[in-house]
């Protein structure tokens, strides 16, 4: 298996949702009837930037889409979730992603008096078990239902909207009418990470994947690279589905493959170079301690060889000040 990026998950969903058909073809089947009706998906185009933390970036990945309601400005906000575990207080973070998303839009129409709708959507993924999380605020009061009848004028009233992709099995999640890509890229979430026979497994997808090769406009390298990276899959076990592609499949995957591989190759490397100026200026620093203060303890020159290079470097002008080796190492 190929050295991960830091959220491989979230990049392949941000990659195919990029695409409005791609994206417009998840909130058709993913919202209601009644509400995809009077969306023009037509209009649909993606929004710059996220409103996930940096922190939680590598937990959770958003798109923010605006779309015509009705011929009015809207926005349908999608937050994916891979990750095993629920958030509890999704509902929370979601009123406050959307709230900073009509605090956006009031920077960027300061006449305006009236406030565009967003349709928050969670879109559940991977193989994890089925969504257990309140999708509304309700749930996080805690108030007996007598006060919260009495209080509710007075609290704010909020859901989302949920697309548990991982309570479907593959045979309903395959009957979707998606794209071939978003479709392939939902069942992948679900069966890549860490199969050791996606060689067999894929074949399920051959006809989607097939599609995908001919559209032009479909990039194939992120599949590829998705399945590499998070899949325990040799290369080479791959050949029955790449043998039932064409020539384009062929070359994104030996070209994945190989890109993947000088990259693991340049990390190690940069580590290793890391690790190397780590431990010249680890022993630098242990020869300055023993000429000014003499003897160093045994647990302080283990400290020192274990530390990082910036650890290091803070450490080192101290030493120029310092009178103890407590306060070098405070």
């Known amino acids: 298996m190929v050295s991960p990026p830091s959220n491989p998950h979230d990049a392949y969903f941000r990659c195919v949702m990029a695409r409005p058909a791609d994206a417009a073809s998840e909130i058709r089947a993913a ?5 995809t009706a009077r969306l023009d998906l037509t209009t649909l185009r993606l929004q710059p930037g996220s409103f996930v933390s940096r922190e939680l970036r590598s937990r959770y990945s958003d ?21 095993s575990g629920n958030d509890r207080f999704m509902a929370l973070r979601m009123l406050e992603y959307v709230v900073n998303i009509w605090a956006q839009y009031r920077r960027e129409h300061p006449a305006t008096e009236v406030l565009p709708p967003v349709i928050p959507l969670v879109v559940h993924s991977g193989h994890a078990s089925r969504w257990t999380a309140p999708t509304e605020l309700r749930p996080l009061f805690d108030l007996d239902a007598p006060t919260y009848d009495l209080l509710h004028p007075y609290l704010p009233q909020f859901s989302f909207l ?32 860490g199969s050791a026979q996606l060689g067999d497994d894929m074949l399920e997808l051959i006809e989607d994947l097939q599609a995908m090769e001919a559209d032009p406009n479909v990039d194939l390298r992120p599949t590829f690279s998705y399945i590499l990276i998070v899949g325990d899959t040799p290369e080479e076990d ?32 940069a ?3 890391a690790q190397g100026r780590a431990e010249g200026r680890a022993e630098m620093l242990i020869e300055q301690l023993v000429e000014k203060f003499g003897a160093v303890p045994a647990e302080m020159v283990a400290r020192v060889r274990a530390a ?11 030493v120029l000040t310092a009178d103890t080796l407590d306060e070098i190492f405070a």
């Open 238 to 269: 791959l050949d029955p589905v790449i043998e039932q592609l064409g020539p384009r499949a062929k070359e994104a995957i030996v070209t994945t493959a190989e890109r993947l591989r000088a990259e693991g190759e340049a990390r190690g490397e």
């Open 31 to 35: 919202l209601p009837a009644t509400i």
């Open 162 to 193: 949920l697309d548990d992709v991982a309570a479907l099995d593959l045979a309903a999640l395959r009957a979707r009418d998606l794209t071939p890509a978003t479709r392939v890229m939902l069942v992948l979430h679900k069966i890549a990470p």
């Open 271 to 273: 580590r290793g170079k």
């Open 63 to 83: 798109l923010l889409y605006s779309v015509e309601f009705d011929g009015r400005d809207a926005y349908v906000y999608v937050l994916i979730e891979h990750q």
């Open 308 to 318: 990082d290079l910036d650890r290091l470097r803070e450490w080192t002008r101290r």
